[in-house]
């Protein structure tokens, strides 16, 4: 299977001297294209910036990214657009909403960015809100909407250009463990329907039930956590039957 997402010996370090933080150290990554990989890891081991590497948010110091094929650290500025306008995308766990504009226009914005046809643009973002379970609310500013909502308002957004990877920092991080149970199981089908990557970092034991793979993130370093069945989330199935909560089942 081709890697969708590919990195050897990547270094990011932040300031220098005494007060340097070696964010990254030497490290490596494969994400097979339809994966869905969670990374674990305490605060300040990295996570974020494993994300913003691969999304050219963040240069790197060594190493090497390779994004659906792209060499990342070779990519001029209008590349690094490109690869962020139409390869991948993020979902943030504080949502990145507009408050001002309603969950339309909040998706309709990569499509506005492609200057696809309004027609066209109309139609792709009611399908993606229905999809979610935002159908009723598409004129609903973030104000109106709960943290779940805003979590489904920003997954459409992601997904309504269609990009192949999927990159999510901490999504269910604002939301309480029903709430995160449903926006994992909705990333997971929703990007098994399209065939997506997703990388997904978390300290959420309900995300890690989801992945095909759990990776720890420890100063720097990736290792392989557990191995998750693919598709079954655990959490659920045991809340559905023994009524027991996901945020009791599992490690953290
Ligand atoms: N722009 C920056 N300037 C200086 N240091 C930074 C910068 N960005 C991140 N760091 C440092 O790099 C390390 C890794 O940060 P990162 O945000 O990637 O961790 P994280 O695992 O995502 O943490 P959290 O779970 O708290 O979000 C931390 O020590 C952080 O303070």
């Known amino acids: ?23 990254l150290r ?3 990554l494969d994400v097979a294209r339809g994966e869905m990989v969670a990374v674990r890891g305490r605060s300040g081991s990295g996570k974020t910036t494993m994300l913003h590497v691969i999304g050219a948010l963040e240069s790197l110091d060594a190493g090497s990214v390779t994004v659906e094929g792209r060499d990342v650290g070779a990519l001029d500025e209008e590349g690094r657009l490109a690869l962020r306008r139409d390869v991948v995308a993020y979902v943030f766990q504080s949502f990145g909403l507009i408050p001002e504009l309603t969950a339309e226009e909040n998706v309709s914005i990569p499509l506005r960015l492609r200057r696809m046809p309004p027609r066209e643009r109309d139609r792709r973002v009611a399908d993606i809100l ?25 997954l459409a957004r992601a997904l309504v250009a269609q990009p192949a990877v999927l990159l999510a920092d901490e999504p269910t991080g604002q939301l309480d463990s029903e709430t995160s149970a449903e926006i994992v199981a909705l990333i997971r089908s929703t990007i098994a329907a399209r065939s997506m990557t997703a990388l ?3 300290h959420d034991p309900v995300i ?6 759990a990776l720890e993130l420890t100063d720097g370093h990736l290792s392989d956590a557990s ?8 959490a659920t199935v045991r809340r559905i039957v023994g ?9 953290s």
């Open 26 to 28: 030497d490290l490596d």
């Open 200 to 202: 997904l970092t978390t």
């Open 243 to 251: 009524g027991v909560s996901p945020e009791t089942d599992g490690d």
């Open 1 to 23: 299977m081709t890697d969708a997402l590919r990195l050897r010996g990547v270094c990011k370090t932040f300031g220098s001297g005494e007060r340097a933080v070696h964010a």
């Open 130 to 154: 229905e999809e979610v379970g935002l159908g009723p609310h598409t004129r609903q500013t973030p104000r109106q909407l709960s943290g779940g909502q805003h979590q489904r308002v920003s």
């Open 208 to 213: 890690v039930g989801y992945a095909d793979r």
């Open 227 to 234: 191995t998750p069945t693919a598709g079954r989330p655990r």
